[in-house]
């Protein structure tokens, strides 16, 4: 079955950057776009942007542009943003998520900013 | 950016009453309008895609329906396992943006 098992906790300094990475299985890596959304505590979802796999061209929310780097390693399927400049404004859950509609979710990974 | 206006913001229904929650898309979409279902501490479980389609292995009281730029989604004689926050996603066009979310709850 499709799985995106994505990277464990972060706990990040203000002004640090962090990786987190999205490894997917149970089907055609280059298939679908992958997708990264943020989720804050107040439990409001954002698209941050996309990455098609094959070709690794992106597309990103202009509100997360110079923020998140989408990058892709296709001989392991694995999909990677990394987060630059950390404030604790970026402080939430970040998804994966991959399949026609959205249809498959990592299980978040949550990344902390604090001093 | 295609604003997602979703009401109700949360939702006290009793077990198998119908349950209807709204999207307003601020522009044309299309059919690429998606429902999401959230339970705490997990992610997000796609519902229905396409505005009208049932996603693969979830119960066919779930239904989605399109009224020009406003979707709705119906839950048929709602269960104890739908409380949750549920959302709408536009995936018509960059940046692709959700509904505030709906917080379901049994009354």
């Known amino acids: 079955q499709v799985q995106l098992q994505q990277s464990g906790a972060e706990l990040a300094k203000p002004g640090s950057s962090v990786k987190i990475s999205c490894k997917a299985s149970g089907y055609t890596f280059t298939s679908y776009a992958m997708h990264w959304i943020k989720q804050t505590t107040g439990q409001a979802l954002e698209w941050t942007g996309y990455i098609a796999p094959g070709s690794g061209g992106t597309k990103y929310n202009e509100k997360f542009k110079g923020k998140a780097t989408l990058t892709v390693d296709k001989s392991s399927s694995t999909a990677y943003m990394q987060l630059s400049s950390l404030t604790p404004v970026d402080t939430a859950v970040y998804y994966c998520?991959?399949?026609?509609?959205?249809?498959?979710w990592g299980q978040g990974t949550l990344v902390t900013v604090s001093s | 950016d295609i604003q997602m206006t979703q009401s109700p913001a949360s939702l006290s229904a009793s077990l198998e009453e119908i349950v209807t929650i709204t999207c307003q898309a601020s522009?044309?979409?299309?059919?690429?309008l998606s429902w999401y279902q959230q339970k705490p501490g997990k992610s997000p479980q796609l519902l229905i895609h396409?505005?009208?389609s049932l996603a693969d292995g979830v119960p066919s009281r779930f239904s989605g329906s399109r009224s020009g730029t406003q979707y709705s989604l119906k839950i048929n004689r709602l269960q104890v396992e739908d409380t949750g926050i549920y959302y709408c996603?536009?995936?018509?066009?960059?940046?692709?943006?959700f509904g505030a979310g709906t917080k379901l709850e049994l009354k």
């Open positions: 396409s505005a009208t």
């Open positions: 996603l536009q995936h018509y066009s960059a940046p692709y943006t």
């Open positions: 998520a991959s399949g026609s509609s959205f249809a498959y």
């Open positions: 522009q044309d979409i299309g059919n690429y």
